[in-house]
């Protein structure tokens, strides 16, 4: 693994139906994030966590579950599907949350359709 | 409320120089980023301005200025591969960062 990698590529999904989105990185970083990205409008926050164990609300959280188990692994769970959640979701990480300056580094996406 | 503002489309020429100006309003004011994003890619870092000027990295250059709430990103010598969208990102109080909704670039030859 180099990066950031996330699972499934895309995935269409029924209404109603639990998804988890997968995403590790091998860059041992404190912080991670989720992001969704909807046309017209900029990258929006959905959860994110400055350390293994602790996980905080973003901008856009209804809806949307994580977990920090470990320092590599940050899960983005759907619990009931809903077609305004079609979106491309991206997972990113940075060496801490709480400094200036730090790049966020992105993983390639999942493309997420739910009919 | 909080706001990053930036134009939707923008067309240049190869070789050319194109500016891409954005402006934000925040809570609070940690840096800004500017970042590249191929079209069905993830974004890729450009650069990062905390302190008033331009910060110059290769053929790209980034200005801010913190007391307009302003910055730019200055692309020159235009190659095809340099069509993609550019978005600007403000890192708020709450060391979040918060996204304008980007700047698509189209190179013309």
């Known amino acids: 693994i180099a990066g950031i990698t996330q699972a499934p590529t895309s995935q269409i999904l029924a209404a109603g139906r639990r998804m988890t989105l997968r995403c590790t990185q091998d860059?041992?970083?404190?912080?991670m994030y989720w992001y969704r990205q909807d046309l017209g409008l900029g990258l929006r926050l959905i959860h994110y966590?400055?350390?293994?164990?602790?996980?905080g609300k973003g901008e856009v959280p209804d809806g949307y579950s994580v977990s920090r188990a470990n320092t590599d692994d940050f899960p983005l769970t759907l619990a009931s599907a809903v077609p305004s959640q079609t979106s491309v979701y991206f997972c990113?990480?940075?060496?801490?949350?709480?400094?200036?300056?730090?790049?966020?580094?992105f993983g390639p996406g999942t493309r997420l359709t739910v009919l | 409320g909080q706001n990053i503002d930036q134009p939707t489309e923008m067309t240049a020429t190869e070789g050319a120089i194109v500016q891409i100006n954005c402006t934000y309003q925040t809570s609070g004011f940690n840096g800004l980023f500017w970042y590249q994003q191929h079209a069905g890619e993830a974004p890729t870092f450009l650069s990062y301005n905390v302190l008033d000027g331009l910060e110059e990295k290769g053929r790209f250059s980034s200005f801010l200025s913190r007391s307009k709430g302003y910055s730019y990103l200055l692309l020159k010598e235009l190659q095809m591969k340099d069509s993609a969208s550019y978005l600007c990102a403000v890192m708020d109080s709450n060391y979040q960062l918060i996204w304008g909704a980007g700047t698509k670039l189209i190179i013309k030859p």
């Open positions: 990113a990480s940075s060496y801490d949350l709480d400094r200036g300056g730090n790049e966020q580094f």
């Open positions: 860059m041992r970083h404190n912080a």
């Open positions: 966590s400055n350390t293994a164990g602790t996980t």
